[in-house]
């Protein structure tokens, strides 16, 4: 079940993960199981101070080849960091 | 590198109160994610000036490069880019888009919710 999923979310998850060694959690996951629609989930200390914007243009960043080459038709990043979250930015 | 099509785009960026690059019109959304985005725009009750980017390939090119960010929709407030649709949705349900609505634009910023369409296009 969800085989070519699974293979196609690898690939980014060791882009993430080579990004965010410190991530307290990352997941990557196949929202259509076509292995171009892809939902990625980060929490990490090195959001921590940073904007949303700024936390989505690390991942964009960390995922750059698979965006630029089509491996990644969409994506929907969700970034946490690790301090308790206060108020808005 | 079109510099025409460029000062067009940062005009539209700098001067709408909110403009929402998108892949289609608010009447003929072409897009899951431009769809998300501006709902959660109007739900804010923001007004909305839409850009269209499929007409020409290069017109996301220049937004891209000018914004530093690679994916469409991307929402602008004032000139400042707030995100894609993931960040609007997420501000939009927590009541921070509200917020920067009000900051950015003055409380009565629902008044004046119309929306617009431009064209970023160099006439021929």
Redesign the interface.
């Known amino acids: 079940m969800a085989t070519m999923g699974a293979m196609a979310t690898d690939p980014l998850e060791m882009l993430l993960r080579e990004a965010f060694p410190d991530a307290a959690e990352l997941r990557v996951e196949d929202r259509t199981g076509g292995g171009d629609h892809f939902q990625v989930i980060v929490t990490s200390p090195r959001f921590d101070g940073l904007s949303?914007?700024d936390q989505?243009?690390l991942v964009?960043a960390a995922l750059?080849r698979p965006?630029a080459d089509g491996t990644i038709h969409?994506?929907?990043?969700?970034t946490r960091g690790m301090q308790k979250e206060r108020g808005?930015t | 590198m079109n510099e025409e099509l460029r000062a067009r785009i940062k005009t539209v960026i700098d001067t709408e109160p909110v403009s929402l690059f998108m892949k289609g019109t608010p009447t003929f959304v072409m897009c899951g994610?431009s769809e998300r985005a501006l709902k959660a725009l109007r739900g804010a009750g923001a007004p909305v000036t839409a850009v269209d980017i499929l007409p020409d390939p290069e017109i996301r090119q220049e937004l891209s490069s000018l914004s530093?960010?690679?994916?469409i929709p991307q929402v602008f407030i004032k000139g400042e880019?707030?995100?894609?649709?993931?960040?609007v949705q997420?501000?939009a349900a927590?009541g921070?888009l509200e917020?920067k609505l009000t900051e950015a634009l003055g409380e009565d910023y629902r008044e004046r919710a119309e929306d617009r369409v431009v064209s970023v296009l160099v006439p021929a």
């Not at chain 1, 969409?74 to 969700?78: D, G, H, S, V």
């Not at chain 2, 530093?68 to 994916?71: H, L």
């Open positions: 949303l914007v989505h243009k964009y750059e965006l969409e994506l929907r990043i969700k808005t | 994610n530093g960010w690679p994916t880019l707030i995100g894609g649709a993931d960040i997420e501000l927590n921070d917020r």
